[in-house]
T-cell receptor
Framework: NAGVMQNPRHLVRRRGQEARLRCSPM?????VYWYRQLPEEGLKFMVY????????ESGMPKERFSAEFPKEGPSILRIQQVVRGDSAAYFC????????????FGQGTRLTVV | ELKVEQNPLFLSMQEGKNYTIYCNYS?????LYWYRQDPGKSLESLFV?????AVKQEGRLMASLDTKARLSTLHITAAVHDLSATYFC??????????????FGTGTRLTIIP
């Protein structure tokens, strides 16, 4: 049973470009979370999704960031018009239930904006 | 808003010594995690603590939870070099949307000196 798969592992974008980060949850998991880790900091919650629904996006920046988890395929975190401050590690986690459950983390995508 | 504080932020210790990392949090929670992160890597789950007075041990690491004091500790016994890493505590909480999400401490960067 493969773990949470994220790709790409490393992504370099020029300022103003778009970044798309993908996350395939563990088999049997329909709950996905995205966290961001800025350099030298802890992870911060961004968004929680179930299949086809965004449930909690309280940690998402108001502009340029969006997330989806379609019925088929991976969850996508999309960052439009990237800026240097978006450089960070983005981690996805998945769980089998909404509550009373541990979420399992992927390897992360390290985004560098140049 | 839930706040999680860890201390110390940086810790250098000699091999063979004992030390404790502290994690304080500001509101009631049912679940606390300890993670290890090596540079450029993802999070490795070390312990999940579910109830007041919970104590778990794995090798040279022991974690405990006092929900009344809102305090968890990670104790390192007779440190060895391969324990060098950044350690995070994370506290589970419920959002306004009914889902759980993790709030992370700032991390403790542990360096074991031969």
């Amino acid at each position: 049973n493969a773990g949470v798969m994220q790709n790409p592992r490393h992504l370099v974008r020029r300022r103003g470009q778009e970044a798309r980060l993908r996350c395939s949850p563990m088999k049997g998991h329909s709950h996905v979370y995205w966290y961001r880790q800025l350099p030298e900091e802890g992870l911060k919650f961004m968004v929680y999704l179930q299949k086809e629904n965004i449930i909690d996006e309280s940690g998402m920046p108001k502009e340029r960031f969006s997330a989806e988890f379609p019925k088929e395929g991976p969850s996508i975190l999309r960052i439009q018009q990237v800026v240097r401050g978006d450089s960070a590690a983005y981690f996805c986690a998945s769980s089998p239930r909404r509550v009373n459950t541990e979420a399992f983390f992927g390897q992360g995508t390290r985004l560098t904006v140049v | 808003e839930l706040k999680v504080e860890q201390n110390p932020l940086f810790l250098s210790m000699q091999e063979g010594k004992n030390y404790t990392i502290y994690c304080n949090y500001s509101t009631t929670s049912d679940r606390l995690y300890w993670y290890r992160q090596d540079p450029g890597k993802s999070l490795e789950s070390l312990f999940v603590l579910l109830s007041n007075g919970a104590v778990k041990q794995e090798g040279r690491l022991m974690a405990s939870l006092d929900t009344k004091a809102r305090l968890s500790t990670l104790h390192i016994t007779a440190a060895v070099h391969d324990l060098s890493a950044t350690y995070f505590c994370a506290v589970d909480s419920y959002s306004n949307f009914g889902n759980e999400k993790l709030t992370f401490g700032t991390g403790t960067r542990l360096t074991i000196i031969p």
